[in-house]
């Protein structure tokens, strides 16, 4: 939006204002572009103080209140994960929610309980043995189950 052009519709009616060849339009101008730079800073940080439309500082200073590094992660991708280890709260160590955890950042992970209490067990669904990325899903498995939880990782032996 112009703001300047719109301070001048605003005016104008009142008849009092020469606009051709004096410094009132002039300066209608320079107010409104400064209008429109606060604008343009308005809707900026409108948007990246929202979760699902942050596309980078936002998303940076979320993932810094969370103690996490920025990935390769596509702004989407990230933006998921994001909600996802935000959803993660008080008592939320239900199989269900640790699930919910590892599939919202991307985890192709499944947690099951075992028969020794605060020990899970994590396993890979569709891959046969030790995936080739394990270390990396394993740092990123164990950021996000709670810390008491012991893991063991299961694998495939076949399909």
Known sequence: MN?????RDLLEPLGV??????????ELQSEGAALDSVADALASLQQEMNLTTAQGEGLDRVLELLGRE???????TLRETLAALLRIGNGAFTLAAMNDALRGCGIPAVVEET???????????????????????????EAILPCHLQVEYRFAETE
Do not use: I
């Not at 204002?17 to 002039?26: A, I, N």
């Not at 920025?70 to 989407?76: M, Q």
């Not at 899970?120 to 030790?130: I, K, Q």
């Open 3 to 7: 703001h300047g052009q719109h301070l």
């Open 17 to 26: 204002y020469r606009w051709e060849g004096s410094f009132q339009w002039g």
């Open 70 to 76: 920025r990935d390769r992660e596509d702004p989407e």
């Open 115 to 141: 028969e020794t209490k605060q020990v899970v067990a994590v396993s890979f669904p569709g891959v046969v043995g030790v995936p080739e990325d394990f270390a990396r899903r394993k740092e990123r498995v």
